[in-house]
């Protein structure tokens, strides 16, 4: 992904998503929606609970990106990795 600048937006039907800031009648690029139940429960927290949802998201996906990065380079120095880490 490039690194254009992403915004998260509540869009007042219930719906979160993150959106690239420059591209309002695109698709968004993660939606998160909460059952009524859900809501209730959080209250007017949803917004929180989606930021911290997306954050860890993007952290966990940096994470693989760097151990899929770190398996290929092993593997281009012909290093016998022996195991799987999952």
């Known amino acids: 992904m490039s690194t254009a600048l992403l915004e998260i ?5 219930g719906e979160i998503v993150l959106q690239r800031a420059d591209d309002d009648d695109g698709e ?3 939606s998160i929606q909460f059952s009524e139940e859900t809501s209730a429960y959080l209250m007017e927290h949803n917004l ?3 930021k911290a949802m997306i954050q ?3 952290q966990a996906a940096a994470q693989l990106a760097e151990m899929a990065k770190v398996e ?3 593997e281009q120095k012909g290093v016998p990795t022996g ?3 999952h």
């Open 28 to 30: 968004p690029l993660v």
């Open 83 to 85: 195991r799987t880490l």
């Open 48 to 50: 929180e609970v989606a």
């Open 56 to 58: 860890a998201g993007i």
């Open 9 to 13: 937006v509540d869009l007042g039907d």
């Open 72 to 74: 290929v380079d092993v």
